[in-house]
Structures are given as structure tokens and as C-alpha cells.
């Protein structure tokens, strides 16, 4: 099967699991189908009500039919406008229901994939998947669906008409029909072409201006604004191109079937005055057919118009099922940790965040006793913080295994392993919302005020936080804009104090703090790091002099371990260089 098949094999289950998700709204939907029947059958009553309005009111001058007619038809349109209501209401009320579930199973699948997922697609697709795709979502389970039925319906209805005034000029459109198929069938195909490179693009364009948004001071300083117009400009550009191929499939599928479809109506308007047809045929027969003709051209011109929407829809929610068909990560929901007693232990680990690329770790192997302080330390790349990340199971190893008090760490429950865990990592996270938000973060959220203030005292960012307008309370922006770097940090060390949780894993948790601020911090640290299973990622050795073991690492491999002692009594050890690079420098006078 080549790629074109497949594309259309699958077009259609994804469809059918798209509907899937009308099932909670079953009444509403049984109640919008039939206000699109009674809205065609209102639509095609009128049309036959031509036929007698003719015949009888303005040729033979039936006094019944002249009092009656008027009234009828008033009927059938407030009857039809209350279909409409129905219909338009009910079908809004559906998408936008559909619409925020879809999103909100996005956005909680994305709080449950594994960490690998995250470096496989840009961040701007995975926020576009949510607001730009679910859009689009938006128009196939609403417009796609109301205007397919409807119309679908109205032509049904025109044809009936039809029908009872003359089934041979009827078989006149009928032939039409076949060519008319073959036109939607070439248009749905280069649609959903057209629709996957459109669903890419607006990617595309949230990535490049979620880049720009992040990163507005390198760009300022570095004098990137031509670059970054340029590039938006080629995006931008693209989405552009294939918007404006839609219009043109759009207009040029709508010129075709108004073609094939007026050729139909000039073939009725011939044989109608052909022997055999014309005896039969009254003025308000033929207008009757006409009128029926013309009603049927625009439910075509919208059937081809709405490929556009279907196919992408269609391929909007393919980008949808694939994160919702995404495993996630794997817990095994058995054993689950209550207090580590043993410790943590790396078995020959060997780590690699995407296939084909150099490993982070190489057949690692260390412990991190309980209650101890375990540092580790390397040059920038060496895989300090890959070991960071895989105690909390943020990424699974390639091969070897990772150890809690003698068990695989995949035995433990997700859960209850991230819940023994506090975390400051070196990028600092900041939330938007209030100083008091960020520190009692998720499971804290409840946590007392006077617990929150003593948290911030022992991470030394009581002061500045004291000084703010609002206190506890100030707000302190998107990603933390309105603190200075070192505040955001003491913030995310605070939140890590008030966690309080018996393993502590600190990623260069003070390398933006100035000298103070970090002797502060690390007094601060030393208490909360008594019978902790703590976990320190360093760069300055400085920082990890007291640790009970340190690790080196260099290229992902474990080159020697020991105390800080043990180390530098090795000259010619890996630890001793580090070290003697770093204190041994020539400072300036």
C-alpha cells in the first residue's frame, strides 16, 4: 500500500473516532439532526408548494388555494426558523463541548508522557496542537457536519420534488451526479495534501514567536531582529502560500460543479420542451422544477467548499491521536516507597535521550547511601544532570538498572517515588502567580502561611520577599520576570524546604546566587541535608567539599569516586585536576 492509500485508509476510522466523542451529547444530537430534516423538509415543501401557487392561484384562480397557500407558507418558515435555531445552537453547543475535551485531554496527556516526547517535537507544535488544532477540530464536528447533513438532506429533498413533478427530466441532474462525485473525491485529496503542510506551518509560526517571546533580550543584544523577521517572514510566508492553494482548490472546485450543475438545469430546460414531456408539463410544474434546481446548486457549491473544513479536521485530529496514542509513562502501580533506608544504586546505567545519538551515561555505576550526601561532579556535558533525571524517572535507561533499597526503580509507583523527592533543578521554574503560589506549589498548595514564611527564611528570600508590595502574596509574572534570577532561585529552594521530602536532589541549586546569598543558602541547605538522601550536581567544587561520596564523571563514564579527601590524595586523578583548575587559577591583583 503506498503513502496515498494508507492516508486514505485511514481517513476514515479517524473520522469515526472523532464522532466518538459526540456520545455524551446524544440528545442534543438526535435534536440537531432533526432540525436539519424538519430545515430540509421545510425547504423542499416550499418547493413543491410552487407547483399549485402557480397552477392554482395565478392560472386557474382557486379561491381555497388562494386563502390557504399564503398561510402554509408562513408555517413552513417560522417552522424552518426554529429548525435553524435548534440546529445552529445545538451544533455550537457540540463542538465547543468536543473541543474542550479533546484540549484537556491533550493538555493532560502532555502532564503524563514521558520526558523523551518532549525532545522530539518542537515546543511550538505542541502548543499549536492545542489552540490552532483544536480549532480546527472545532469546524469538523460543527460547520463540516451541520452543512454535510443539511445539505445532504435539502438535496435529497429537491430530488423528491423533483421526482413527483418529472422523473425524466429528474434522470437529466442524476446524470450529473457521477461527474460531480469524481470532482469532490480529486478535491477531498488535494485538501487533506494541502491541510497536513497547513497543520505544520502554524507550528511553525508558534515556535518561531514562542522563541521570540523567550528570548527577547538575546535577540536585542545580538542585533537578531532582521534574522528573526526573516525567519517569521519564511513562515509566515509558507502559511500563506498554502492558505491561499486552499482558496484556489476552494474556488475552482465551486466553478466546476456550478458548471456541471447549470449544464443539468439548461439540459431540463431543453427537454422540458421536447414532445412527449412538454404535454405533461404545467408552468407551475416546470418553475416547480426549477425552483428545485436551483435550491439543489448551493447545498453543492457548500458540499465541495466543506472539504476544505472536513480533510482538515480530519487531519487535525490525526495530529490529536497521535499524542492521545503516545504511551505514557510507564508506572507499574505496585510497590510503593515509604522511606528509603538502603539507598540508590546505578548498575552499569547507560542513558541516551534519542536514538543514534552519543550516550549521556556509559555504563555507569555508583550508590547514593541513605541519609547521606552524594555529589556529583564533571565537566559540562560529562551527564551530571542525566542522573538527576533519572532517579525521578523523568527518563528510562537504555540498558543496566537503577536500584531503591534493592529494588528496580521501575517496581515503585510513579507517585509515591516523585513524592519522596524535592527538586531544584539549574533552570529555575517559575509559574505564573504569587510569591506564596510558587512556593507551595501542587501538593503543598495548603500549606500554612507561617510554614510558607519559615520555608523562605531558611532559603534566605524572606527579605526581598518582605519588601514586595503584597508580600507572600505579590504577583511575580510569566516565568518570573518581575524577580531578578537569584530571587527566582531562592523561590525554587524555598518551595524544595517546604516539600520537605526525605530525597533531595539539587542540580547547581546555587549557581545564581551571589557570595552571600550562597553562604546563606548553604547553611541553610546543611540542615535540611541532615539524614537526607541528597543527590548534589556541581560544577564548582566548592560546593560539594562535605559530601559523604562524590562521583566523577567525564563523557558519561564514572572515572573514580570517593570523599573529598579520598580524591584529592589521587594527584593524578580526574577530581584532583578539576580541582587544581579551579582554585589554582591565576587571579588578577
Known amino acids: 500500500m503506498d503513502a496515498h492509500a494508507a492516508r486514505e485508509a485511514s481517513a476514515w476510522p479517524t473520522y469515526r473516532r472523532l464522532l466518538g466523542y459526540l456520545r455524551p451529547y446524544r440528545p442534543v444530537a438526535v435534536a440537531v439532526v432533526i432540525g436539519m430534516a424538519v430545515d430540509a423538509a421545510a425547504l423542499g415543501a416550499f418547493a413543491g408548494l410552487v407547483r399549485p401557487l402557480i397552477d392554482k392561484v395565478f392560472i386557474t384562480r382557486d379561491a381555497e388555494a388562494i386563502f390557504w397557500l399564503p398561510l402554509i407558507i408562513i408555517a413552513i418558515f417560522l417552522l424552518r426558523a426554529v429548525a435553524t435555531f435548534i440546529t445552529s445552537y445545538g451544533m455550537a453547543y457540540i463542538g465547543r463541548g468536543v473541543v474542550q475535551t479533546m484540549r484537556e485531554q491533550v493538555f493532560g496527556r502532555y502532564l503524563d508522557l514521558p520526558g523523551g516526547f518532549f525532545g522530539r517535537e518542537a515546543s511550538g507544535h505542541q502548543v499549536a496542537r492545542i489552540t490552532y488544532t483544536a480549532d480546527q477540530l472545532a469546524q469538523a464536528t460543527t460547520e463540516a457536519v451541520r452543512v454535510s ?36 473525491y480529486l478535491v477531498s485529496r488535494r485538501y487533506r495534501a494541502i491541510s497536513r503542510g497547513l497543520q505544520n506551518s502554524m507550528g511553525d509560526i508558534t515556535g518561531v514567536v514562542d522563541e521570540i517571546v523567550s528570548a527577547w533580550r538575546e535577540v536585542r543584544i545580538y542585533a537578531g531582529q532582521k534574522y528573526e523577521a526573516a525567519r517569521f517572514h519564511a513562515v509566515a510566508d509558507h502559511n500563506r502560500a498554502l492558505n491561499v492553494k486552499i482558496s484556489a482548490t476552494n474556488a475552482i472546485s465551486t466553478a466546476l460543479v456550478q458548471f456541471f450543475a447549470a449544464s443539468a438545469l439548461a439540459g431540463i430546460v431543453f427537454f422540458a ?22 435550491a439543489i446548486l448551493p447545498p453543492l457549491k457548500r458540499m465541495t467548499n466543506v472539504q476544505s473544513m472536513l480533510q482538515r479536521g480530519i487531519t487535525a485530529a490525526q495530529d490529536v491521536f497521535v499524542v ?23 548498575r552499569e546505567v547507560t542513558m541516551r535521550y534519542a536514538p543514534g545519538t552519543p550516550p549521556a551515561l556509559r555504563a555507569a555505576s555508583f550508590r547514593c547511601a541513605a541519609g ?4 556529583v561532579v564533571g565537566r559540562s556535558g560529562s551527564g551530571k544532570t542525566t542522573v538527576a533525571h533519572l532517579i525521578p524517572r523523568f527518563y528510562e535507561p537504555e540498558s543496566g538498572s537503577i536500584l531503591v ?11 509515591s517515588l516523585r513524592g519522596q523527592i524535592s527538586w531544584v533543578g539549574q533552570d529555575v521554574v517559575i509559574f505564573n502567580g504569587s510569591v506564596a503560589e510558587n512556593i507551595a506549589y501542587g501538593e503543598m498548595a495548603g500549606a500554612r502561611e507561617a510554614d510558607i514564611i519559615a520555608a523562605a527564611r531558611a532559603a534566605n528570600a524572606w527579605d526581598f520577599i518582605a519588601q514586595m508590595p503584597r508580600g507572600l502574596h505579590s504577583p511575580i509574572g510569566q516565568r518570573g520576570f518581575m524577580v531578578s534570577g537569584g530571587q527566582r532561585q531562592r523561590i525554587a529552594i524555598a518551595r524544595a524546604i517546604l516539600k520537605n521530602a526525605p530525597i533531595l536532589i539539587l542540580d547547581e541549586a546555587t549557581s545564581a546566587l551571589d557570595t552571600e546569598s550562597e553562604r546563606l543558602i548553604h547553611e541553610a541547605l546543611q540542615r535540611l541535608m541532615q539524614d537526607r538522601t541528597t543527590l548534589v550536581i556541581a560544577h564548582r567544587l566548592s560546593t560539594v567539599e562535605h559530601a559523604h561520596r562524590i562521583i566523577v564523571l ?18 593524578d586523578g580526574a577530581y584532583a585536576h578539576l580541582h587544581r583548575m579551579q582554585f589554582s587559577a591565576p587571579r588578577g591583583d
Open 554 to 571: 567525564d563523557q558519561g563514564c564514572v572515572l573514580e569516586q570517593g570523599s573529598h579527601d579520598e580524591l584529592l590524595a589521587r594527584p
Open 273 to 294: 420542451t421536447r414532445p412527449g414531456i412538454a404535454e405533461h408539463m404545467t408552468a407551475g410544474r416546470f418553475m416547480s422544477m426549477i425552483m428545485a434546481m436551483a
Open 372 to 375: 547521606k550526601v552524594t555529589a
Open 405 to 415: 533499597d534493592g529494588h528496580a526503580l521501575g517496581e515503585y509507583q510513579l507517585a
Open 324 to 346: 492521545l496514542d503516545e504511551p505514557r509513562e510507564p508506572d507499574a502501580h505496585a510497590r510503593p516507597l515509604q522511606e528509603l533506608r538502603q539507598g540508590i544504586e546505578f
Open 149 to 184: 447533513i443539511i445539505d445532504s438532506l435539502t438535496i435529497l429533498a429537491m430530488i423528491g420534488v423533483m421526482l413527483w413533478n418529472s422523473w425524466r427530466l429528474t434522470l437529466v441532474l442524476l446524470v450529473m451526479v457521477p461527474t460531480i462525485a469524481v470532482v469532490v
